[in-house]
């Protein structure tokens, strides 16, 4: 059991992908790079933002296996692990653990709807039974069940459930959440929707679990910079507030529809969305290539617009 905190910049990755649809191991290496040179601090592979819930349990474990072997520098490596059942996410979270995995994000099983009784007591049996730390993922818009302050802070009494990311937009929720004082890195997704980013800065947060990272990272770890000093709050609501279009187009389709297009629209290692999701039309993507001209990103990061 390990009661570790992250702090800062928490990129949920995409999975690249070949033209056939099958994945890109041999591209993780760029875009694992491309997030330890620009000051995040942790990533997440196989997340929503990795497609996950469209890989097969061995395309999963060929996905551990291949980039753990990748890790290097102080980046930590955490990977999906849900599950259709507990038992599933119990036996995802071992094999990452004996691959080497840092640690394993978990959110409630989609589909099911089950009440948050029986996933507060999922976690707990997850947090038991899985050898590295684990996060847990309020995330109600993918998976329906949705966790109030009371649960994400009895859950945080667990000593191997060391990160929260919240994705609803109540404010609330967040004020409740660190004013409970709970023992573990209290992260929130970065969608300018929710809204939740600033708040939970503002109030105590230790950073956000974003999919922005992968075009953004740079700016991602400012913008997750846990606030010590004037400095810090200065420096993150004019990076938050310079970067609203692209990080509303980000947004602008489900996750990560707009964010993959665009990656492999202006060169990074990508590749097509895995079917039945499908790029973003022409004329939508376009805009986002402007977002990256007009910001610069063209020339801070070389891409290829």
Known sequence: ???????????ALITPMNEDQSIDFEAFQTLLDFQLENG???????????EVSMLTPDERHKVISHTIKKKHGNMEFWYGCSGPSTQQTIDYCKYAAAEGADGAIVAAPP????????????FLEVADASPIPIGI???PPRVKTDLAY???LRLSEHPN???????TSRLGQIAQTVAGNPDMSLMCCDSPNLGLVIPLMSLGGHGTANMSGNLIPQEMAVISTPWR????????RKTWLHNLPILHFNYSAVNPVAVKSLMRAVGLPAGPLRKPLRSLAPELLAEGIDICRKLGLDKKYGYSI
């Open 1 to 11: 059991m390990s009661n570790q905190k992250i702090e800062g910049s928490f990129v």
């Open 40 to 50: 995040t601090s942790a990533v997440l592979i196989m997340g929503s933002t990795g």
């Open 111 to 122: 589909y099911i709807c089950a009440p948050q009784k029986d996933i507060t007591q999922y």
């Open 137 to 139: 993922y309020n995330n």
């Open 150 to 152: 009371t649960a994400i």
């Open 161 to 167: 459930i060391v990160v929260n990311k919240e994705s």
């Open 229 to 236: 000093k004037w400095e810090d709050a200065l420096a993150c």
